[in-house]
């Protein structure tokens, strides 16, 4: 929250993150308070190939296309999932030393929301038992290790 500020519309915020399904997918959840109406983008960056299927993103290894990911998102408002180039924001500051990402994108989910935002991203290996995203679609404080 200290990160973010009052100055920028954030009251309060927190990310929580626990392994599952035998440590073989990862959940990660952003919970946001906030001041005013504002833009969010959550980001993941990646060399794999990025294929977009509703709210679920397959990245698949560009060498071995037998070796894939999930990345299942939920949020309470609505967003945009997409990829683009790994590029610098506009807002980014210009760092000459800076890695110029070339072969990477950016997996992001972007909303636009006030009052309480929250999102869950559910990162999948390969594995026959998956819980469901719903399961963790509830407060950090509710999950059950």
Known sequence: SDLYGSERGVEKSRRGYIFTDSRSSLVLRDEVKLTRHSSLIWLMYTDALVKIDGSV?????????????????????????????????????????????????????????????????????????VTPIAQYDVSIDEWNA
């Not at 950016?106 to 636009?112: G, M, Q, S």
Request: hydrophobic share 35%; glycine share 4%.
């Open 57 to 129: 993103a397959t990245l698949t290894d560009k060498n071995d296309p037998e070796k894939s990911i999930t990345v299942e998102f939920v949020s309470n408002h609505p967003i945009d999932i997409g990829f683009e180039d790994a590029k610098p924001l506009p807002t980014s500051p210009d760092i000459p030393e800076q890695a110029k990402n070339v072969g990477f994108v950016r997996l992001f989910a972007r909303a636009e929301a006030d009052g309480e935002f929250t999102i869950t991203a559910k990162i999948n290996s390969q594995s026959e038992r």
